[in-house]
């Protein structure tokens, strides 16, 4: 299919949504038999195409796209890293970020992450304005909204597999959620497994899988709180391409529509042609988008930099 360049329409603001609307999150559900949200929160998606990758709807905010970004800029000492960035990611989207070092990838990332807060404009995550949240609520909308799989892939050698997956629940445990037999974190943990066909290695150390193996636990344990977007910085950079390409594909499956938004940075033409839309970044601003591109439009997009 040929790419599109098109101009870009500014995102619409979102209405900030109260702290209270940050509703936990249930886990990832392989049988694609719906939410395991307590709230009963529905999902405004449909109940239609629940593959076998299908994960339930986030709780909270139906309606509202996975992720807004709307005029955001940051600076760092007065110079922008960021500078006047919109993006509408609605739920079930795979959009990739291309752009040289220093052209503000993973600024971007970060600010959509909340963890980094931008100079100006609005970050919002299922229809939650960030910045209208303090800090405690800001990080479980983290924990529970938004799932990370980066590079460098962060998994506790100590811990089995299943933990590893299930830490991100462990973790909102302790900050005094209850546990029910439909939320048990190891049992959640099992179910995002399956997604990534890794069930059988749940007992396993990340020390004896493979660097792809290891790569499918991340994004499982990225899963595991059904967030509303993925967050993804180079996840196929340390991967040979038949597994990079395995990687991306499960990517790419994840996003159904009852699964999560994915933001990928990448530089690989590659990984960007596996997403719907490819967005190009240089010195903080997004020079150019295209729609479903080949690896070949991709490499003439970046050849023009
Ligand atoms: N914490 C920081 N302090 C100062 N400057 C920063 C900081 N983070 C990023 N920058 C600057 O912002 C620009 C964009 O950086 P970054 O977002 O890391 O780019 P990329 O991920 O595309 O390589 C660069 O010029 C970088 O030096
Ligand atoms: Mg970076």
Request: hydrophobic share 40%; glycine share 10%.
């Amino acid at each position: 299919m040929l790419g599109r360049r098109r101009a870009h329409r500014p995102a619409r603001p979102t209405p900030a949504v109260p702290a209270a609307a940050v509703a936990p999150a249930g886990c990832a559900d392989p049988t694609g038999s719906g939410p395991a949200d307590p709230t009963g929160a529905a999902d405004p998606t449909g109940s239609s195409d629940a593959g076998a990758f299908a994960v339930p709807a986030a709780p909270a905010a139906p309606g509202h796209p996975a992720l807004e970004l709307h005029g955001v800029s940051r600076s760092y000492g007065g110079r922008r890293a960021l500078d006047s960035v919109d993006l509408l990611l609605p739920r079930g989207r795979f959009l990739a970020v291309m752009g040289r070092s220093g052209s503000g990838k993973s600024t971007m990332l970060n600010c959509a992450a909340g963890l980094d807060r931008p100079t100006e404009g609005t970050v919002t995550i299922g229809g939650t304005n960030v910045a209208a949240l303090g800090e405690r609520d800001r990080t479980r909308l983290r924990r529970d909204r938004v799932g990370f799989v980066f590079q460098e892939l962060n998994l506790l050698p100590a811990l089995s597999v299943r933990e590893n997956v299930a830490l991100p629940l462990l973790l909102a445990e302790e900050h005094g959620r209850n546990r029910t037999r439909e939320r048990d974190p190891l049992r959640c943990a099992d179910r995002a497994l399956a997604l990534v066909g890794l069930e059988e290695r749940a007992e396993a150390r990340p020390a004896q899988l493979s660097g792809g193996q290891r790569q499918r636990v991340a994004v499982a344990r990225a899963l595991v709180t059904a967030p509303a977007v993925v967050l993804a910085d180079e996840p196929t950079g340390a991967l040979d391409p038949v597994t990079a390409h395995e990687v991306l594909d499960l990517l790419r499956r994840t996003v159904t529509a009852h699964g999560p938004a994915v933001l990928m940075v990448t530089h690989d033409p590659a990984a960007a042609a596996a997403a719907d839309r490819t967005v190009f970044l240089a010195a903080g601003r997004i020079t150019a988008t295209l729609e479903h591109p080949s690896p070949a439009e991709v490499l003439r997009e970046l050849a023009r930099w």
